[in-house]
Structures are given as C-alpha cells and as structure tokens.
T-cell receptor, first 110, second 116 residues
C-alpha cells in the first residue's frame, strides 16, 4: 500500500528565503505527483502536477521535481513571501486515486 | 465558472443523526472522490466513483454511504454508525489519468461537520 511522507511537518522562515519541501513515497508505480496548497479552513488548490514521464514542473516561483527511482519529490519555493504561508500537501496518483502526505505547515515571517 | 460546489460549508449534528453532504461539479469530470481531513493530518479517502452508477470504498468507508446517480453529483451521507464523524470533508473530481489526461485532481471548498 502506498505511503506518502512529508518532511518537515512545520517550517518557519524569514521573508525572502528560498526553501525546499520534501515528499517521499514508498511505491514508485505512480502516474503523477501533485502538489497542493491549503489555507486554513479551505479546500486544496492545485499548484503543480508532474506526470511520471516528467522530471520537473515550474510555475512562477515554484519548482517541483520528481525522482521516481528514489521515491522522492521536492517543492522549491524561491524568494518566499508572507502570502506563501499555508499548508503544502503532496499526493501520489495510482489506480485513479491520490494518496496524500500529512503536509508541511509553512510560516513565512515578514 | 467551472468548479466544484460543496454544501453546507458548516454543519452541526446531534449524535445518532444521519447527515448528507452535497457535492456538485460542472467540470464534466467522470471521477469524483470524498476525502476526510482531521486536524493537522493529511487526507484519507472515503469513497470514490469513476463513472455514474458505480462507486468503490476507500480506506475509511465504514459509517459512510454515497450515491452517483448523475455525473455532476456525488453526495456523501455520514451515518450514525460513524463513530467519530467530526471532521473536515473534501470533495474532488478529475478526468481519470490516461494517455491524453494527467489525472489532475480539483477540490471543492470543503464542509466542516461537528457532532454535538
């Protein structure tokens, strides 16, 4: 059964810092890896999706990479801003379902 | 605008009552999902449906029921058999992954259920 782990569980950084969020999965037979953002009390917003044939995707200050052989994905956030404060979740797609990690709660201090 | 609408946003229930959470999508997606989120935790799959009139249990289906009579609608009933129903419930939809589709998942804004 697929298990997805996110490290760290919480992270606090000063504004302007570059940071990396980590996601690991136990079964490499995924067809995609999706990163989401969740604000308190809200639903999930899709940030980036990497298909199994791809190595990375970029959107603005966000870059996500995927290494299926090692069971890892990273989300890189450049020049962090207070508005980036949220919980970030990764999820691996398999058999038309996503398995989610526990999330990383990010706080960017002005 | 295309999207997923969940209602109600907040719901309070007495113990022993069944409640139904609504999920409607106008994205023309075949697949729909219900997830449960507890404080500080990730999402756990309750039920999913890949096509009308068909659905499958997820990891935590006990105490829940669903129906899929229309493509755009996937209501979730939280029954009195669910021992700890207080949680945040999220509905999602997607076009199933295939040669031409990424399988990207889209979410509604969620429904928060509190049992008094």
């Amino acid at each position: 059964k697929q298990e997805v782990t996110q490290i760290p569980a919480a992270l606090s950084v000063p504004e302007g810092e570059n940071l990396v969020l980590n996601c690991s999965f136990t079964d490499s037979a995924i067809y995609n890896l999706q990163w989401f953002r969740q604000d308190p009390g809200k639903g999930l917003t899709s940030l980036l999706l990497i298909q199994s044939s791809q190595r990375e995707q970029t959107s603005g200050r966000l870059n996500a990479s995927l290494d299926k052989s090692s069971g890892r994905s990273t989300l890189y956030i450049a020049a962090s801003q207070p508005g980036d404060s949220a919980t970030y979740l990764c999820a691996g797609g398999q058999d038309n379902m996503l398995t989610f990690g526990g999330g990383t709660r990010l706080m960017v201090k002005p | 605008d295309g999207g997923i609408t969940q209602s109600p946003k907040y719901l309070f229930r007495k113990e022993g009552q069944n409640v139904t959470l609504s999920c409607e999508q106008n994205l023309n997606h075949d697949a729909m999902y219900w997830y449960r989120q507890d404080p500080g935790q990730g999402l756990r799959l309750i039920y999913y449906s890949q096509i009308v009139n068909d659905f499958q249990k997820g990891d935590i289906a006990e105490g829940y029921s669903v129906s899929r009579e229309k493509k755009e609608s996937f209501p979730l009933t939280v029954t009195s058999a669910q021992k700890n129903p207080t949680a945040f419930y999220l509905c999602a939809s997607s076009i199933p992954a295939g040669a031409a589709n990424t399988g990207e998942l889209f979410f509604g804004e969620g429904s928060r259920l509190t049992v008094l």
